[in-house]
């Protein structure tokens, strides 16, 4: 603001967040085995997300968390191999700035710290879970100022509820069964399935339909969704674009770590930390038109894979 006299620079907050993402998409690689080769083919999958693309242009803030949790996620395979302070206090510190750019952290956290400490070899676990729990007592004391507004504004420390007062729209899911977080895993995934093809849409929604259905579940079901589910086509708009060719690269490569898990374990692991991280998402909270957005963090650190 000061050196432009306006916000013409204001996005470059998200455009240097998509480059840092790049490189700690190469760092992971790097702390998962990758060679140098590997290491450039991760920075140029996750520069490469369609969503990211068209965000990090705009003045959201996907980039931002998802830069913070990526270089959490690095800094707690650092420390599973080398439990000291410079990787603890990056731990800490990359937490608390991804709780306090975006909420979505407080729900792709937690499964992304668990599969650190999995990894982590049984001599080090102790140290590496005290070390996260340090961290996470860093993140509520640095947040607290946050907290305290929050809760005079809205009566919670975490904010409203829903972003206009309405039930009808909070956030979180009204039912949390299997059923529901099945019916909304179906709905979220077709978020990044939309083509220029209006045949190939219609047809991937009739499917994802029949497939909520099977589950026992209502595709527009209000205790589960925000609106009634149709399948986004390719957009350039950053609220409903897709990212269809990075999912199908990332789901084949986790199917390929976990059918060589032995060989793999760090990635593998890691791979199963995003499903969880993923599932964990779809259980807890409401499917929208624009939730794809919203899974930007678990792209970026899938192109480590």
Same mark, same amino acid.
């Given at each position: 603001?000061?050196?432009?006299?306006?916000?013409?620079?204001?996005?470059?907050?998200?455009?240097?967040?998509?480059?840092?993402?790049?490189?700690v998409a190469s760092l992971i690689a790097r702390e998962l085995g990758a060679p140098r080769r590997g290491q450039v083919l991760a920075?140029?999958?996750?520069?490469?997300?369609?969503?990211?693309?068209?965000?990090?242009?705009?003045?959201?803030?996907?980039?931002?968390?998802?830069?913070?949790?990526?270089?959490?996620?690095?800094?707690?395979?650092?420390?599973?191999?080398?439990?000291?302070?410079?990787?603890?206090?990056?731990?800490?510190?990359?937490?608390?700035?991804?709780?306090?750019?975006?909420?979505?952290?407080?729900?792709?956290?937690?499964?992304?710290?668990?599969?650190?400490?999995?990894?982590?070899?049984?001599?080090?676990?102790?140290?590496?879970?005290?070390?996260?729990?340090?961290?996470?007592?860093?993140?509520?004391?640095?947040?607290?100022?946050?907290?305290?507004?929050?809760?005079?504004?809205?009566?919670?420390?975490?904010?409203?509820?829903?972003?206009?007062?309405?039930?009808?729209?909070?956030?979180?899911?009204?039912?949390?069964?299997?059923?529901?977080?099945?019916?909304?895993? *179906?709905?979220?995934?077709?978020?990044?399935?939309?083509?220029?093809?209006?045949?190939?849409?219609?047809?991937?929604?009739?499917?994802?339909?029949?497939?909520?259905?099977?589950?026992?579940?209502?595709?527009?079901?209000?205790?589960?969704?925000?609106?009634?589910?149709?399948?986004?086509?390719?957009?350039? *708009?950053?609220?409903?674009?897709?990212?269809?060719?990075?999912?199908?690269?990332?789901?084949?490569?986790?199917?390929?770590?976990l059918a060589f898990r032995t060989r793999y374990r760090d990635s593998a692991i890691t791979a199963m930390g995003l499903a969880c991280?993923?599932?964990?998402?779809?259980?807890?909270?409401?499917?929208?038109?624009?939730?794809?957005?919203?899974?930007?963090?678990?792209?970026?650190?899938?192109?480590?894979?």
């Open positions: 603001y000061i050196t432009a006299g306006g916000d013409s620079f204001v996005s470059l907050v998200q455009w240097f967040s998509m480059a840092g993402c790049g490189m920075a140029l999958v996750s520069l490469t997300i369609p969503q990211g693309i068209l965000e990090a242009s705009g003045a959201m803030n996907g980039y931002v968390v998802s830069f913070w949790l990526a270089a959490m996620f690095y800094f707690v395979l650092r420390a599973r191999r080398d439990c000291s302070w410079p990787s603890l206090l990056g731990l800490a510190g990359t937490l608390t700035l991804a709780v306090l750019s975006k909420w979505t952290a407080y729900v792709l956290a937690p499964p992304l710290l668990a599969a650190g400490v999995w990894m982590c070899e049984p001599q080090r676990r102790r140290r590496l879970v005290l070390g996260i729990a340090a961290a996470g007592l860093v993140t509520l004391a640095l947040n607290s100022p946050l907290y305290v507004r929050n809760s005079r504004l809205s009566g919670s420390p975490l904010g409203l509820s829903a972003p206009d007062g309405n039930p009808r729209h909070t956030f979180a899911n009204a039912r949390l069964t299997p059923r529901s977080a099945a019916s909304n895993v *179906l709905r979220n995934v077709s978020l990044h399935l939309g083509t220029p093809i209006p045949r190939i849409n219609d047809m991937t929604e009739r499917l994802t339909t029949w497939a909520i259905r099977w589950t026992g579940s209502s595709p527009d079901d209000p205790d589960t969704t925000w609106a009634p589910f149709h399948v986004n086509p390719m957009s350039r *708009l950053e609220v409903t674009a897709g990212n269809a060719l990075h999912l199908f690269l990332l789901l084949g490569v986790c199917l390929y770590l991280a993923f599932f964990l998402y779809c259980a807890l909270l409401r499917w929208q038109l624009w939730n794809g957005r919203f899974h930007l963090p678990l792209f970026v650190i899938g192109s480590a894979l």
